[in-house]
């Protein structure tokens, strides 16, 4: 099945919007502008202790996605990632790097990036890890969906044709119910809620404001679905296969994970409340 998956990016596609018809039109209109005109886009990438994987990827990524700049967001690896970045951005161009005070959250370093990519006028954003558990080759499927009527493309493992590869029962368990979980809580038709490989139009997540969420971690990844979702957005899956790192150490943690889960049953409950007393 992986193979399979992996050789077949963008067949199987699921839809999850919650559009008035004023969105839907604005969408397709702005899909047919994104066919007609060259689109500015950029990979951010945050960092933190990644030496041993960026200089790699960052070269995958420009083969991949030759027209894309690239904007590394670093939290002072201590490891020498973001000088890594430099000499590759020296080397390849059209790489920024991003140097932060020190590790602050996934979240954090994301709001800092997007906020960047808006105002450097980019129209598309793709968000991925750069440890290779997401294949830069998927990109060009995403933008395709972007530039047909999407606002959001998510790389989707639990998907028809995603699949993740390299984990142990424990963790694919964990992360499929988990998704499960926050779908049903919160009522999101996503299948895959905690993926951070995603392509966004650049006004579709302008107009959530990154900058007003609190979230760090896997649940940063959640709310701003959630809030996407709730804004009208169209938001496509498209099947990824997801490889565990080779190289480096994972961020991942079971506190992590604990957070994750406290704050999605938090929006549920309030979201419940909200309704009831509307």
């Given at each position: 099945m992986e193979k399979d998956a992996a050789a077949r990016p963008c067949e199987p596609v699921r839809l999850a919007a919650r559009s008035n018809g004023a969105h839907w039109r604005r969408s397709l209109a702005d899909g047919r502008r994104l066919r007609s005109l060259p689109v500015r886009t950029v990979v951010v990438l945050p960092t933190y202790n990644e030496a041993e994987n960026i200089v790699r990827f960052l070269h995958a990524v420009r083969e991949a996605a030759p027209d894309a700049d690239v904007l590394v967001v670093d939290d002072n690896s201590p490891d020498g990632t973001a000088a890594l970045a430099e000499e590759t951005a020296s080397e390849l161009g059209r790489i920024k790097v991003l140097h932060r005070g020190g590790k602050q959250g996934l979240g954090a370093a994301y709001r800092h990036g997007f906020?960047?990519?808006?105002?450097?006028g980019y129209e598309a954003i793709v968000s991925m890890d750069s440890d290779f558990s997401h294949d830069p080759a998927v990109i060009p499927t995403m933008l395709d969906l972007l530039s047909?009527?999407?606002?959001?493309?998510?790389?989707?493992?639990?998907?028809?044709?995603?699949?993740t590869v390299d984990w142990p029962?424990?963790?694919?368990?964990?992360?499929?119910w988990g998704n499960r979980y926050t779908g049903f809580v919160l009522r999101l038709p996503v299948s895959d809620c905690t993926s951070g490989f995603r392509a966004y139009r650049a006004d579709a997540l302008r107009a959530i404001d990154p900058a007003s969420t609190t979230a760090e971690g896997y649940a940063f990844l959640t709310e701003l679905v959630r809030k996407l979702i709730a804004d009208g957005a169209k938001v496509v899956e498209t099947p990824i296969v997801f490889r565990d790192r080779q190289f480096g150490t994972s961020k991942m943690s079971g506190r992590i994970i604990v957070e994750s889960m406290l704050l999605v049953t938090k929006w549920g409950v309030f979201d419940r409340i909200g309704r009831s007393g509307a």
């Amino acid at each position: 099945m992986e193979k399979d998956a992996a050789a077949r990016p963008c067949e199987p596609v699921r839809l999850a919007a919650r559009s008035n018809g004023a969105h839907w039109r604005r969408s397709l209109a702005d899909g047919r502008r994104l066919r007609s005109l060259p689109v500015r886009t950029v990979v951010v990438l945050p960092t933190y202790n990644e030496a041993e994987n960026i200089v790699r990827f960052l070269h995958a990524v420009r083969e991949a996605a030759p027209d894309a700049d690239v904007l590394v967001v670093d939290d002072n690896s201590p490891d020498g990632t973001a000088a890594l970045a430099e000499e590759t951005a020296s080397e390849l161009g059209r790489i920024k790097v991003l140097h932060r005070g020190g590790k602050q959250g996934l979240g954090a370093a994301y709001r800092h990036g997007f906020t960047t990519a808006f105002d450097e006028g980019y129209e598309a954003i793709v968000s991925m890890d750069s440890d290779f558990s997401h294949d830069p080759a998927v990109i060009p499927t995403m933008l395709d969906l972007l530039s047909h009527g999407a606002d959001v493309v998510i790389g989707s493992r639990y998907v028809p044709g995603g699949a993740t590869v390299d984990w142990p029962l424990r963790r694919r368990v964990l992360s499929k119910w988990g998704n499960r979980y926050t779908g049903f809580v919160l009522r999101l038709p996503v299948s895959d809620c905690t993926s951070g490989f995603r392509a966004y139009r650049a006004d579709a997540l302008r107009a959530i404001d990154p900058a007003s969420t609190t979230a760090e971690g896997y649940a940063f990844l959640t709310e701003l679905v959630r809030k996407l979702i709730a804004d009208g957005a169209k938001v496509v899956e498209t099947p990824i296969v997801f490889r565990d790192r080779q190289f480096g150490t994972s961020k991942m943690s079971g506190r992590i994970i604990v957070e994750s889960m406290l704050l999605v049953t938090k929006w549920g409950v309030f979201d419940r409340i909200g309704r009831s007393g509307a």
